[in-house]
T-cell receptor
Framework: NAGVTQTPKFRILKIGQSMTLQCTQD?????MYWYRQDPGMGLKLIYY???????DKGEVPNGYNVSRSTTEDFPLRLELAAPSQTSVYFC?????????????FGPGTRLTVL | RKEVEQDPGPFNVPEGATVAFNCTYS??????FFWYRQDCRKEPKLLMS???SGNEDGRFTAQLNRASQYISLLIRDSKLSDSATYLC???????????FGTGTSLTVIP
C-alpha cells in the first residue's frame, strides 16, 4: 500500500493564481481531511469528507474548495491565491476502529504564494 | 478560546531522563484523545491513543483527566530518537473533526 500520497510536494504561486492539490489514498478509508500547518503552529482543518459525494467545512475553509467523487481522491482547490495561504498542506485519511481512530497523513505540499 | 492548548516548550532533556507533557482541552464533551509525533518537516504520525484508564506503550504513558480536561504524555528513559514535536489531538463530539494543539518540542541531548 502506498498509503496517502500528495502532489505536488512544493509549489510557488503568484497572487491571484489558482491550483489544485491532489490527494489519493489506497486504504479504502471513508473519512478524509485537509489541514494546513503554519510555521510553529498546529494543524488547522480546512475541509473534510465522510465519504464519496459528501464534504463539509472545517475551521478555516475560506479561499478553498474540495470535491470527493471517489473514495480514493480528495483534491483541494485554491482559487485566487493569497499570501495568507502560504503554508504546508497535509491530507489525511482516517481508519476508524472500535477502540481507536488513526489518521494517516500524506507527506505534505509546501505552498508559497508571492 | 483554543480547543486544545499545549506548552510549546522547548524541552531539552538529557538521554535517559523522564519528561512529561500536558495538554488541556476546552470542550468537556470531547470524545477521544491522541498523541501524535511530528518530526521536522515531516507529516504527523500517531504515537498513541489516550484511554480513560490511562495506557502505556513501552516507555510512553498517556493519562486522561476528564474532570480537569487535560491529557498527559510521559516519556521514560528518553532516547535521542525521541526528539520531535508532540501534538495533542482531540476529537470533538460530532466525531468527525479533530483539533490539534500547536505541539510541544522535545530535544534529547546526548
Amino acid at each position: 500500500n502506498a498509503g496517502v500520497t500528495q502532489t505536488p510536494k512544493f509549489r510557488i504561486l503568484k497572487i491571484g493564481q489558482s491550483m489544485t492539490l491532489q490527494c489519493t489514498q489506497d486504504m479504502n478509508h471513508n473519512y478524509m481531511y485537509w489541514y494546513r500547518q503554519d510555521p510553529g503552529m498546529g494543524l488547522k482543518l480546512i475541509y473534510y469528507s465522510v465519504g464519496a459525494g459528501i464534504t463539509d467545512k472545517g475551521e478555516v475553509p475560506n479561499g478553498y474548495n474540495v470535491s470527493r467523487s471517489t473514495t480514493e481522491d480528495f483534491p483541494l482547490r485554491l482559487e485566487l491565491a493569497a499570501p495568507s495561504q502560504t503554508s504546508v498542506y497535509f491530507c489525511a485519511s482516517l481508519q476508524r476502529r472500535f477502540n481507536t481512530d488513526t489518521q494517516y497523513f500524506g507527506p505534505g505540499t509546501r505552498l508559497t504564494v508571492l | 478560546r483554543k480547543e486544545v492548548e499545549q506548552d510549546p516548550g522547548p524541552f531539552n532533556v538529557p538521554e535517559g531522563a523522564t519528561v512529561a507533557f500536558n495538554c488541556t482541552y476546552s470542550n468537556s464533551a470531547s470524545q477521544s484523545f491522541f498523541w501524535y509525533r511530528q518530526d521536522c518537516r515531516k507529516e504527523p504520525k500517531l504515537l498513541m491513543s489516550v484511554y480513560s484508564s490511562g495506557n502505556e506503550d513501552g516507555r510512553f504513558t498517556a493519562q486522561l483527566n476528564r474532570a480537569s480536561q487535560y491529557i498527559s504524555l510521559l516519556i521514560r528513559d528518553s532516547k535521542l530518537s525521541d526528539s520531535a514535536t508532540y501534538l495533542c489531538v482531540v476529537n470533538i463530539p460530532t466525531g468527525n473533526q479533530f483539533y490539534f494543539g500547536t505541539g510541544t518540542s522535545l530535544t534529547v541531548i546526548p
